[in-house]
Nanobody
Framework: QVQLVESGGGLVQAGGSLRLSCAAS????????IGWFRQAPGKERDFVAA????????DYADSVKGRFTISRDIAKNTVYLQMNSLKPEDTAVYYC?????????????????WGQGTQVTVSS
């Protein structure tokens, strides 16, 4: 079982940047797909980005493509979500999630493990 610890959220002005981190505790990310999801108040949890640790395959939601980048640090066993050109509509609680396998999936139900979430607030 892998435990996920997120960090890096905060308050930023529109046009600014933040980097979220998702670290694994208990084992490495080898053999997992790591995804980022977000949930705004009163809305469903939406897919943001995902990366296969083994294959390097990535996928992005259309709303963040070109602005967000998901990457990994093998030595630190950590996945990052670099968020640039942030917009007020990016405001949400961001969750890191992991699923066993190599296929990148956009459905939250496909992920087995979840972090506690980190708040991102973008002011206009």
């Amino acid at each position: 079982q892998v435990q996920l610890v997120e960090s890096g959220g905060g308050l930023v002005q529109a046009g600014g940047s933040l980097r979220l981190s998702c670290a694994a505790s208990g084992r490495t990310f080898t053999g997992y797909v790591i995804g980022w999801f977000r949930q705004a108040p009163g809305k469903e949890r939406d897919f943001v980005a995902a990366r296969s640790w083994n294959t390097g395959s990535t996928d992005y939601a259309d709303s963040v493509k070109g602005r967000f980048t998901i990457s990994r640090d093998i030595a630190k066993n950590t996945v990052y979500l670099q968020m640039n050109s942030l917009k007020p509509e990016d405001t949400a609680v961001y969750y890191c999630a992991a699923r066993v396998g190599a296929l990148v999936r956009r459905t939250a139900a496909a992920y087995d493990y979840w972090g506690q979430g980190t708040q991102v607030t973008v002011s206009s």
